[in-house]
Every structure is written in C-alpha cells, then in structure tokens.
C-alpha cells in the first residue's frame, strides 16, 4: 500500500511538474518539441525493452489489422494531446491545460455512454451538467470558447476509448504509438535541418541537454502509474490523480502569473463541485473505472 501510494503521487506529481518543464523550451516551436519528445521516447522506450528483455512479447503483442489500426489511432491522439499541451504550455495557456484535465474523467464517461453503450447514475449525470455549466459560464463570460480545455480533455477520452480495443501494458503501448509516429518526427527534424529553420540552436546546451530527457518523462510516470494501479485500491488512485491538474493550476497562478479572476473561480468552482459529486457518487456505486491518464480499465492483481 505504502508502495502504491509513492508511485501513484510520484506519477502524477510529475505530471503535474510538466509545464515547468516544457517552458524551458519556449523559445522552439511546439511541433519541434514534439518531435523531439517522440523520438527521445522511443529510444529511451527501446532501453527499457531491451533491459528488461520483452523485444519477443513487443513483437507478439500486436496481431491482426484491427490491433494494428487501434494502435494507429492512439498514435495520432497521443501526439495530438502532447502537441496541444505544449503548445498551450508555452503560449501562457497553461491553466486551460489544467481546466482539460479537471473535466477529463467526466469526458471520459460521456464517451463511454455514447460509444460503448455503458450506463450513468444520477450522480454522474449531476456532475456532467455542472461541469457543462462551468465550461458555458467561462465561455458565455469572456466570450471564447475554451477550445485547449476541451480538446486536451477530448483527445485522451478519444484515446481511452482505442486504448480499450488495444489494451497492453503501458511501456509496450507506448513504445508502438511512438514507433508509429516516429518516421514522421524523424523526417521533420532533418527537414528543419536541411531547410535552416529549426530553433534548437537557440537553446542553451543545458536546455539541449534536457530535452535529451523528454524520454524519462514521457515513460517514467506511465511505469509509476502502472506500478501504482496494481497496489492500490480504485478509490485511492481515482483521488491522487487530481493532483496532476491542481499542481498545473497552483503552477499558473503564482509561477506564470495567469490571471485567476472571478470568473475564473466560479467556473472552477462548479467543475470541482462536479469531481466531488462524481468521485463520491462512484465510490458508492464502485462502477468499473477508467484512467485519466492511460484511457485503461485499472485493475487490481494480486
């Protein structure tokens, strides 16, 4: 349990760190970033398996078109979410990131109902019009719509519902969608090189340096979760994961100085009055639950 409970903060404390990191690179261009993030990860990915010898279960764990089309889609997503993150991260978005994440868990139900034909209770229904409410005061108030929240929030509910047909642990998985994208980043790269517009020559060798480590954590806090999920209850993830989000707004507020008005506090306001009323509802009713984070059913081993 102590075990669990280290992993799971230490997974989504790092995530929550994120816009610290991902400032470092201001100076380059998002879809620079994320190039580099993709093919840091898959070399650090490609460590991981070596060591810890799964090449043979990398190879057999994909089968069929079906498998082969799944993994494509959460490819895409997954490099959708992380371009939209940095991007926002970096244009001093960072609190509609955090916003995303907040309604992510409730998105993600939404999709279920409506793709996997799954079933709501009354407290879930509550908590998706609050949170609808919140997102409708925010954008009725400064008259445009928060259109970074959302699709932070919509790419990962999108990926969870692939991630549900592929369904591999989380390096394995993350090794494929990185794999399959990684032509792309590569050809980019030597693109920016070859055409004289890449901005990583703007970086001090510290920053070169750190970028290197983009790997570590992108794979890191995955392993950390999956490690969390097997020791831990449903109930006590299903909290912790929160701290992700809130660690990203603290972050806005008084290290990036966004501005928190009273709208903002409001429209925050109703979406945790509906994480409150969801998370409660969901532990009385202990329904099979989904990962913020991986999409995935989390499921206790012995």
Same mark, same amino acid.
């Given at each position: 349990?102590?075990? %669990?409970?280290? $992993?799971?903060?230490?997974? $989504?404390?790092? /995530?929550?760190?994120?816009?610290?990191? /991902?400032?470092?690179?201001?100076?380059?261009?998002?879809?620079?970033? @994320?190039?580099?993030?993709?093919?840091?990860?898959?070399?650090?990915?490609?460590?991981?398996?070596?060591?810890?010898?799964?090449?043979?279960?990398?190879?057999?764990?994909?089968?069929?078109?079906?498998?082969?089309?799944? @993994?494509?889609?959460?490819?895409?997503?997954?490099?959708?979410? /992380?371009?939209?993150?940095?991007?926002?991260?970096?244009?001093?978005?960072?609190?509609?990131?955090?916003?995303?994440? $907040?309604?992510?868990?409730?998105?993600?139900?939404?999709?279920?109902?409506?793709?996997?034909?799954?079933?709501?209770?009354?407290?879930?229904?509550?908590? @998706?019009?609050?949170?609808?409410? %919140?997102?409708?005061?925010?954008?009725?108030?400064?008259?445009?719509?928060?259109?970074?929240?959302?699709?932070?929030?919509?790419?990962?509910?999108?990926?969870?519902?692939?991630?549900?047909?592929?369904?591999? =642990?989380?390096?394995?998985?993350?090794?494929? =969608?990185?794999?399959?994208?990684?032509?792309?980043a590569l050809a980019y790269l030597i693109w920016l090189q070859i055409s004289g517009?890449?901005?990583?020559?703007?970086?001090?060798? /510290?920053?070169?340096?750190?970028?290197?480590?983009? %790997?570590?954590?992108?794979?890191?806090?995955?392993?950390?979760?999956?490690?969390?999920?097997?020791?831990?209850?449903?109930?006590?993830?299903?909290?912790?994961?929160?701290?992700?989000?809130?660690?990203?707004?603290?972050?806005?507020?008084?290290?990036?100085?966004? #501005?928190?008005?009273?709208?903002?506090?409001?429209?925050?306001?109703?979406?945790?009055?509906?994480?409150?009323?969801?998370?409660?509802?969901?532990?009385?009713?202990? #329904?099979?639950?989904?990962?913020?984070?991986?999409?995935? #059913?989390?499921?206790?081993?012995?």
């Amino acid at each position: 349990m102590k075990q %669990g409970v280290f $992993y799971a903060i230490a997974a $989504y404390f790092m /995530w929550g760190l994120l816009p610290l990191y /991902w400032k470092v690179f201001q100076a380059m261009g998002a879809w620079e970033i @994320l190039a580099h993030r993709i093919i840091w990860s898959v070399l650090f990915v490609a460590i991981i398996i070596v060591v810890t010898k799964r090449i043979r279960k990398l190879r057999e764990s994909v089968s069929g078109a079906k498998m082969i089309g799944a @993994l494509i889609v959460c490819s895409l997503l997954i490099s959708a979410n /992380w371009l939209l993150y940095i991007w926002a991260v970096n244009n001093d978005q960072v609190m509609q990131t955090s916003l995303g994440y $907040y309604i992510n868990p409730l998105i993600t139900v939404l999709m279920g109902v409506i793709f996997l034909k799954e079933k709501m209770h009354v407290g879930q229904w509550v908590s @998706l019009v609050l949170a609808a409410c %919140g997102v409708l005061y925010i954008t009725i108030q400064y008259g445009e719509f928060p259109w970074i929240a959302l699709s932070l929030a919509l790419t990962f509910a999108f990926y969870g519902l692939a991630k549900k047909v592929v369904k591999l =642990e989380a390096i394995i998985g993350l090794a494929w =969608e990185t794999l399959f994208v990684a032509p792309i980043a590569l050809a980019y790269l030597i693109w920016l090189q070859i055409s004289g517009t890449e901005t990583i020559s703007l970086l001090a060798w /510290w920053q070169v340096l750190l970028l290197t480590l983009a %790997g570590v954590g992108t794979a890191l806090p995955l392993y950390w979760f999956a490690q969390a999920a097997i020791r831990l209850p449903l109930s006590m993830v299903g909290f912790i994961q929160y701290l992700s989000p809130t660690i990203s707004l603290l972050s806005a507020i008084f290290l990036f100085h966004e #501005p928190f008005t009273t709208t903002h506090l409001i429209s925050f306001s109703l979406i945790w009055s509906a994480l409150i009323i969801f998370t409660i509802s969901s532990l009385r009713r202990k #329904p099979a639950s989904v990962s913020m984070k991986t999409g995935a #059913p989390i499921k206790k081993e012995a």
